[in-house]
């Protein structure tokens, strides 16, 4: 299988995106998305690069999964975390190096960058991804997550 070839996403890549979050959402935790608002999320960051940005993986030409990244902000290590979120990966070319590629990808920027490391969360439940991100060398880390949701 052919090297997936990694580009930032563009405003082209927003129907994709939306299919692909929604996809994500049932997959992982049977959650049914809001399309219309998830839409206005994912254009939200392509017109505010403050917010982060999508990669989009292809190949062949044919967009083949995502992702996208955001920051959080160490005061402790005066410098910026990247999140790895939104991962989708198409069925198709799952097993295949996609993600892997994805993650060099945003490896390499962020180490350009100067962030001081890279953090995802995963579904307590979601065991191949679990043994995906350790194989890649992330490491489970010491912090459970907690939240306040809706506001």
């Not at 160490?74 to 979120?85: A, E, L, M």
């Amino acid at each position: 299988m052919s090297l997936a070839k990694i580009r930032p996403a563009n405003a082209v890549d927003i129907p994709h995106l939306v299919r692909w979050n929604a996809a994500m959402a049932w997959e992982t935790e049977a959650k049914r998305l809001d399309l219309a608002v998830l839409e206005r999320g994912v254009a939200a960051v392509l017109d505010e690069t403050r917010r982060g940005f999508y990669l989009i993986a292809e190949r062949a030409g044919d967009a083949v999964g995502s992702l996208l990244v955001t920051y959080e902000w160490s005061d402790w290590r005066c410098g910026d975390f990247w999140w790895i979120q939104s991962v989708y990966i198409a069925p198709e070319a799952r097993r295949g190096g996609v993600f892997r590629a994805l993650y060099a990808d945003v490896a390499e920027r962020a180490r350009a960058a100067g962030a001081v490391g890279l953090r995802l969360y995963v579904e307590t439940e979601n065991q191949r991804a679990q043994a995906t991100y350790a194989g890649l060398g992330m490491q489970r880390c010491h912090y459970l997550m907690y939240e306040a949701s809706p506001l």
